[in-house]
């Protein structure tokens, strides 16, 4: 009688106090709005964009598809060997298409075009030398001002890859709305202390949009051995500015030193991390962690060209009490995560990963809040040319937890299954502005700062279910940023 008396009086005070939904502790990390691990999936998306944008970039335009039994019936036709190259490339033949080239070159040598096809395929070989004079040697021809730009580019990436230390900021803006931010149950009733009734109030489902900012510093510093073996720094600042709902306001900064140690089959790449959260203006969560990341590359040699990755990490999460959640505390604990990968570059536009994700949480003191994950996720990538990508994501989790929360219900052990759908599409900013509509050279300056900036609009659904009505629900959101970042 003692235990129920006590479950009905903290059902009381929450009610009381106007905070009816969250008074569950585990709500908080399904809310969409102030999920401890939002930054950290910005941040991936971001990277995520800048390599599919820098991928596009150098993708050579896409060529018929010829055949060598066709070369062979012509073979000291230049045109004809030339779309044979650009077939091997648009194939991955990357090797291939070299050797094509450079048949080409002995018998013609002043081909400018051939010649920058032929060090573009150098470079993506990673033979940096001969890329560099074959680079070097086309500036000194007369050309079109946008190819003399495309040499520079890739002579500034040449010379970055050869410095010791290399460091990059990241900035990105936006805005984003979401149709739920509060993660609102869907049928429009909550249970509490095995009660169900309607939630009032903030604690029904609210829409809202929100200003995005999110700036990234690193630092890659080689450790001058034999192998390219490397130090890595990161830090990250992400901030969430809800235009209405001020308590789903976020910001969380994060810190991480790694090193890079490359071995004759894999990469290894251990890892230290410091996070910390603000809610509502308020400090909610911290964590340290520490993961192990091996990469490998052809891990599965019989099919053709798949890479491989494992982690292996565990984190210390720490919850304080704020205004807006009295039982943060509650979810101090441990998360250790087990996460496999494989990716399949399908041609040079198409490429395909794939990752299975277990985690499992260990409370510190409230076992209802202890729980196994499982998460599977598949992406899609595609490279449009000119800088421009397509990223494609579905996900899949499911959380049991261990025990039924008493706040909640004594009788039900929760059990969450969570489906997430993304579409991304991206380009350069230049891509939709003319030089000639800024007029004078005053005005070219601001062209010429903003062509750099990615510009990308993401369309995302995320429908939880649940056994428990509180965290059952369906977030969309639409999401328009503005990237750029600066190589030092």
Known sequence: MVKVSGIGLRFVAVILSGTVLPLAAGMAQTQPGFDETEAARQKRLLEEQERAGSASQEVLPAAEDISYADVLKDPDNVDLNFRYAKAQVARGNVRGAASTLERILLVTPDLPQIRLMYAIVLFRLDNIDEAEREFNALKELNMAASLEAEIDRFLGAIKKRRQTTTARVQVAVGVKRDSNVNAGPRSGQALGAGL?????GRARKQDDFAALGVITADVTQDLGHQAPDKFLFSATYFHNEQMSIDQQDLQSGSASVALRLNYENFMMTPKLSYTTLRLSREKFYTSWGADVQFDRRNVLPNFGGID????????????????????????????????????????????????????????????????????????????????????????????????????????????????RFRVTYGAPLGNFLSEAHFGTEASKKYYDFLKDWTWTVTGEVLDQGSNLPNFSYQNRRAQTMLTRSWDF
Do not use: C, M
């Open 196 to 200: 169900l009734f309607a939630p009032t």
């Open 308 to 419: 491989g990755h494992f982690r292996l990490g565990v984190k210390d999460e720490r919850f304080r009490v704020i205004s807006e959640n009295a039982l943060g505390p509650e979810r101090d604990g441990q998360r250790v995560e087990a996460e496999f990968g494989l990716k399949k570059q399908i041609n040079p536009t198409h490429s395909l990963s794939g990752a299975a994700l277990y985690t499992r949480k260990l409370p510190y003191d409230k076992s209802f809040n202890g729980f196994r994950g499982h998460k599977v996720s598949l992406q899609h990538t595609w490279l449009l040319g000119e800088g421009q990508f397509l990223l494609t994501g579905l996900e899949y989790a499911t959380n049991l937890y261990k025990e039924p929360d008493p706040s909640v219900t004594a009788f039900q052990t929760r059990h969450d299954t969570q489906v």
